[in-house]
């Protein structure tokens, strides 16, 4: 059976059962998306594949592509209509990554093979590539923003126990350069010592310790005293009455709609994940080894670091100066 006409499957008593294409499409997204590590993945992802389907005739939904049928020529054709888009090269990198992704689990669910998909994906991916003094998307911020950003975060909120909260949330992601899934993730731990470092399951599922500067310790600890000891995650939901609810973890979304608010009324031009980039570039500015940083941020690659770092052009005369005279 070719996987140009597969439409059988066996199904739970052993007989064969005709499956149509969109079936089978719905199957491999859903398999597909719950693959990934994070929902910000998964964002990212669906949103890559909304722009694969644009540039199909009739701009089609994504279950309704027959992915395991598209063929060696089906597939060049959307990605010459990818390029055609004139998309940022990483845009256009993460539309490929994902048609790839897609049929790679086609092959998982048994409705393409392993020469097939390797004949098919057998194109020259989109390069990525920044010249020296290129400015890469977000950006370092400075410390009278943090501070800006951390008063901001005190005033956020329609109660006590909600602006403490919020003051949390922002020494965390000020002072540790978690992500924003991370930070709702973070648990109270068992020993109730903040100032030790804490376990925290990253993106992939990745077990890392993050530590958390003595001043980030002391505003934590202040709305511990109103959260109290309770285990599951360290930052609860507050409810508009100001009623602190237990067990109930701040969601990504939520962490996103409060850092919107935070900084509209900080009056700083920024994104959630600038926060990240400045951490980052603060470390290395310090002099962190790249490797430590790497671990403390849960990268697997040191590059991946290096690509967060926004000291710009200026860093390089910096460490030039710090050169010695032999004389």
């Known amino acids: 059976m070719s996987d140009e006409t597969r439409d059988l499957v066996l199904v739970g008593g052993g007989s064969l059962a005709a499956v149509s294409d969109r079936e089978v499409s719905a199957r491999v997204l859903v398999s597909y998306l719950a693959s990934l590590g994070t929902e910000s993945s998964r964002v ?33 054709a959307m990605v010459a209509g990818l ?32 020469e097939t998909f390797a004949r098919w994906t057998d194109f020259t991916r989109t390069k990525v590539s920044r010249p020296e003094g290129h400015q890469a998307a977000g950006r370092r911020l400075s410390p009278q923003e943090l501070a800006a950003l951390y008063e901001a975060s005190g005033i956020v909120g329609n109660s006590p126990a909600a602006k403490a909260r919020n003051k949390a949330m922002m020494a965390l992601l000020i002072g540790c350069g978690m992500r924003r899934e991370e930070v709702g993730k973070l648990q109270y731990p068992s020993s109730g010592v903040l100032s030790e470092p804490l376990p925290l399951v990253g993106k992939g599922q990745k077990v890392r310790f993050v530590a958390l500067p003595e001043w980030a310790v002391s505003v934590v600890n202040a709305w511990v005293a109103l959260r109290g000891r309770a285990p599951g995650p360290l930052l609860f939901q507050v409810n508009r009455h100001g009623q602190i609810q237990a067990g109930k973890s701040l969601s990504p979304t939520a962490i996103a709609l409060l850092w919107n608010e935070i900084a509209g009324v900080a009056e700083i031009d920024a994104t959630l994940h600038d926060l990240r980039r400045t951490w980052i570039s603060d470390q290395l500015a310090r002099g962190t080894d790249i490797t430590l940083v790497a671990r403390m941020v849960g990268h697997s690659n040191p590059k991946t670091t290096a690509s967060y770092d926004r000291r710009g052009l200026a860093a390089l005369s910096t460490a030039a100066n710090a050169v010695p005279a032999p004389f």
């Open 83 to 114: 390029r055609g888009r004139g998309l940022a090269p990483a845009t256009a990198l993460r539309c490929e990554s994902a048609l790839v992704g897609i049929l790679r689990e086609c092959v998982r669910g048994g409705w393409l093979t392993h």
């Open 44 to 76: 990212s992802t669906r949103s890559a594949i909304k722009t694969l389907c644009k540039v199909m005739p009739g701009e089609p939904g994504p279950e309704e592509i027959a992915w395991h049928r598209l063929g060696r020529e089906g597939l060049m």
